[in-house]
């Protein structure tokens, strides 16, 4: 069995969870709103402030441990939110948010516009730094790669468009002899 979905999630206090007919399961708290339809093979309960997953089937064991996680993605989600930081390297490569439209100058012949998804919040710190936030995991996570993939960087002068953890391993260019 798998040790992610034996563990039980701590609910805080400003967390509600309601747990549908055929498990659809709603989260609830300060940031917001989630809701997710999992596998009715599976028995999830909230008691004493912690959501359990049990599995009826052995051959369910594969989704034992990321229906788990799923709904401890939830649950954070709307008690904490998530965020991910983009950092933009390159002279005159920018970014501009412009009402509901990110743009992008990154050095091609045109603009980049990118039209920011329902849920998510993008912030422009500095016009190469920005923030992508919001409830959902995924679609946070989504975003901020579709971002990235306009301007990847590159190895050798580290231009372009990466996430403030990510470290680019450098490459040493030509030299003429």
Sequence with gaps: MSRIGKKA?????????????????????????????????????LENGELTVKSHK????????????????????????FSKTLLITGVGYRANLQGNKLVLNLGYSHLIEMPVPEGITVMVKTPTELTVSGVDKQKVGQFAAEIRE????????????????????????KVAK
Aim: positive net charge.
């Design 150 to 173: 306009k301007r990847k960087p590159e190895p050798y002068l580290g231009k372009g468009i990466r996430y403030s953890d990510e470290v680019i391993i450098r490459k040493e260019g």
């Design 9 to 45: 999630i701590k609910v805080a206090d400003t967390v509600t969870v309601t747990i549908g007919e055929g498990n659809l399961v709603t989260v609830k708290g300060p940031k917001g709103e989630l809701t997710q339809k999992f596998s009715e093979e599976f028995d999830i309960k």
């Design 58 to 81: 052995p051959s369910q064991k594969a989704m034992y441990g990321t229906t788990t996680a799923l709904l401890h993605n939830m649950v954070q989600g709307v008690f904490e939110g």
